[in-house]
Every structure is written in C-alpha cells, then in structure tokens.
C-alpha cells in the first residue's frame, strides 16, 4: 500500500511565524503535491514538484514556497503565517508523468493560525 | 464554467438503494477520470479510476465514463450507512503532467 505521511495532524502557530509542513512517501513516487482545503472551496494546488529539487507552482502558491531535496520528501513552507492561511493542508504523492495513475493522499495538517 | 462540476448536494438514500453522482468536465482532452471518497475530517482515499468508455465495476461501485457527453458517474449499489461521506470526482486532461483538477464533492448520507 502507498503510504504518505505528514509531520503533524494539528498545528497551531502565530501570526508571522514561519510554518514547516513535511510530507514523506515510501513508494519512490516521482510526483508530490500540496494543497489546501476549505469549505465551499475544494482542493486547492499550491505547489507540486515531479523530480528532486524541481517545482511548479500551482493554483495558489502566494504566501507558500517548496522544497524537495529528496525524492521521498516534500515541504512546504509558510514565509510568514497569516490567519488565511488557516486551513487544512493535504499532501498527496503519484507516479508517471501522465497522471492516469490517481494521486495518494496524507492524512492531512490542520493548522491554525492565531 | 468551472472545469469539473459534480451535483451539489448534499444526496440522501435510503440504506439498501442506488447512490448515483454525476460530474462533467470542460476539457474534452481528458484522458483519465477518478473518484475519491473523503470522511469527515480525513482525506480524501482513491477507489476509482476509469479511462475508456463505458462502466467499470469494483465491487458496490460501478464508474460510468462517457467521453462524448463529457460525464462520469459512480454508482452505488446497496448503499450502507458507511457510505457516508463526500465523494470527489478528479479529471486528468493529459496534457497537464500529472495534475488533477478536482470538483467541489457531494456529500452523500447513508440512511439506515
């Protein structure tokens, strides 16, 4: 079974500090993602990566920068939170170029920023 | 238009009967259709996927693709109380790499 998981499940920080998410998957998937999710808006991209050290910015990568200097980790990063950054953050993994395959998702970060 | 839209919901039946939900998309270059279910507050977990026209079947579920019509569909046969969650329809249009665009789900209950 595909296994991605995430660093924390609830994560609460202040305005302006700066937010480490971590992603790791065992299934030596060339492609990871970030989103967001929030009610009456769906999944968002902010960030996707198909090979180390590479990155693509997604549908709303303002206020969030990447990094992945392995294949089996993907951080995402908050310069400086902010209380719309408030959300639940998903992590998901895939293999191929093509995408036929369906992206595997972490058990998600809720993080609150007070 | 937005690019994959899925009936709004929130869907209700009886335990025992057929769940139907529908999604269409824009991209008529799509390539490859997914379906995923999400509980409430965890994520969203993959159980299909469908490319070619016609019906799929796994087990309860059964994915509908008709390319022509730009729809996908996934029923639910025998629906359990366990069913109850938000079903996401995703669409890949192949000329994207590997992204996904998501419709908004549609919460289904499952009532016993």
């Known amino acids: 079974d595909v296994k991605v998981t995430q660093s924390s499940r609830y994560l609460v920080k202040r305005t302006g500090e700066k937010v480490f998410l971590e992603c790791v998957q065992d299934?030596?998937?060339?492609?990871m993602f970030w989103y967001r999710q929030d009610p009456g808006l769906g999944l968002r991209l902010i960030y996707f990566?198909?090979?180390?050290?590479?990155?693509e910015k997604g549908d709303i990568p303002e206020g969030y920068s990447v990094s992945r200097e392995k294949k089996e980790r993907f951080s995402l990063i908050l310069e400086s939170a902010s209380t719309n950054q408030t959300s639940m953050y998903l992590c998901?993994?895939?293999?191929?170029?093509?995408?036929?395959?369906?992206?595997?998702f972490g058990p998600g970060t809720r993080l609150t920023v007070t | 238009q937005k690019e994959v839209e899925q009936n709004s919901g929130p869907l209700s039946v009886p335990e025992g009967a057929i769940a139907s939900l529908n999604c269409t998309y824009s991209?008529?270059?799509?390539?490859?259709f997914f379906w995923y279910r999400q509980y409430s507050g965890k994520s969203p977990e993959l159980i299909m996927f469908?490319?070619?026209?016609g019906d799929k079947e796994d087990g309860r579920f059964t994915a509908q693709l008709n390319k022509a019509s730009q729809y996908v569909s996934l029923l639910i046969r025998d629906s359990q109380p366990s069913d109850s969650a938000t079903y996401l329809c995703?669409?890949?249009?192949?000329?994207?790499?590997?992204?996904?665009?998501f419709g908004e789900g549609t919460q289904l209950t499952v009532n016993p």
């Open positions: 990566s198909y090979d180390v050290k590479m990155k």
């Open positions: 995703a669409v890949n249009s192949g000329t994207s790499g590997s992204r996904l665009t």
């Open positions: 299934m030596d998937h060339e492609n």
């Open positions: 998901a993994s895939s293999f191929g170029l093509a995408g036929a395959f369906g992206q595997y």
């Open positions: 991209d008529r270059g799509s390539q490859s």
């Open positions: 469908i490319y070619s026209n």
